[in-house]
């Protein structure tokens, strides 16, 4: 985990938490591509209410609390991120 930079659009961070897309509550799964690596600050806010999925073309949907949203494209697969940090 201490290489690659955070999933979320325009962070750039690097990866120090890895997250459930869907909280591991609701699926029971941690499977590659149901995880994503965050830095320690992107994984805060989705803690204060803040969300993403992630496409089926690989983008990713982050929502804010007040239901506004931006689509982006990681600057990494996530298969890509997952091969470098084992
Ligand atoms: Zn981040």
Redesign the pocket.
């Known amino acids: 985990m201490q290489h690659g ?4 659009f325009t ?3 690097g ?1 120090c938490e890895i997250d459930h897309v869907v909280d591991y509550a609701q699926t029971h799964e941690t499977t590659l591509p149901k995880l994503r690596g ?6 805060d ?1 989705k803690k204060r209410g803040h969300h993403y999925r992630v496409n089926d073309d690989g983008t990713i949907t982050w929502t804010r609390p007040d239901g506004s949203s931006d689509e982006r494209t990681p600057r990494r697969p996530a298969e890509q991120i997952a091969a470098t940090e084992r």
């Open positions: 930079t955070c999933a979320t962070c750039g961070n990866i965050l830095c320690g600050s992107c994984h806010r």
